[in-house]
């Protein structure tokens, strides 16, 4: 696997022309992820056109967790969208996120644990252990 296919860019910003432009100057960037901040300022289905648009791979970083039923439908419309790799949240159960790799097309999908922002106590706080041992658990 070469660097180019190792790195992907975050387009943390809530500006259509600034993301697409960050893409353009970046040509030789395969992937790009898209979050919550792009896809709620212009829509997902716009973001995902700006990556997909260009030729680009997407990674769609929206942490998805909620009941199966849902999370089938929201990751059967991030695949449709373009999204070759999409984020759900370990913490919506393994019926959610059977649910997910079910409906998920040929995207891939990617389990977040324990959030990157969280510190022990936050850890300990919300799920009554220690990072680590969330990490496994999930």
Do not use: Y
Request: aromatic content about 4%; overall charge negative; glycine content about 8%.
């Amino acid at each position: 696997m070469d660097a180019a296919s190792r790195i992907i860019v975050s387009l943390d910003m809530s500006d259509a022309v600034r993301a697409e432009a960050k893409i353009s100057e970046l040509a030789c960037a395969r992937w790009f992820k898209t979050g919550l901040e792009l896809m709620n300022a212009i829509g997902a289905p716009c973001a995902a056109k700006l990556v997909v648009g260009q030729e680009r791979l997407l990674m769609l970083d929206g942490k998805f967790a909620d009941i199966p039923n849902t999370m089938a439908g929201a990751v059967r419309a991030a695949a449709s969208h373009g999204a070759d790799m999409l984020t759900i949240h370990a913490s919506a159960g393994p019926k959610s996120i059977r649910a997910a790799v079910e409906n998920r097309g040929s995207a891939k999908i990617l389990g977040v644990t324990v959030l990157t922002s969280m510190d022990v106590e936050d850890c300990v706080s919300v799920f009554g252990v220690f990072p680590e041992e969330a990490v496994e658990k999930f």
